[in-house]
């Protein structure tokens, strides 16, 4: 039979000797992105929301 070798689990996965970086905690920086998301969609709504009352009014002034 053949002899299996055992390994240390740190040889098996260099991944756990690197240190990990300390920032924003995922779920609030998840909730940020959602936010401003959201933001962004009321803009863009606002946004075309005016340019349709611009054109309707130059519709009937000139209709």
Do not use: D, H, W
Request: charged letters at 35%.
């Amino acid at each position: 039979m053949a002899s299996l070798r055992c390994a240390s689990t740190m040889e098996l996965f260099p991944i756990f000797l690197k240190k990990t970086k300390k920032g924003r905690p995922m779920k609030r920086l998840k909730n940020v992105q959602k936010m401003k998301t959201v933001e962004k969609a009321i803009a863009m709504n606002e946004k075309y929301a005016e340019k349709s009352s611009k054109i309707k009014s130059a519709v009937e002034i000139g209709g």
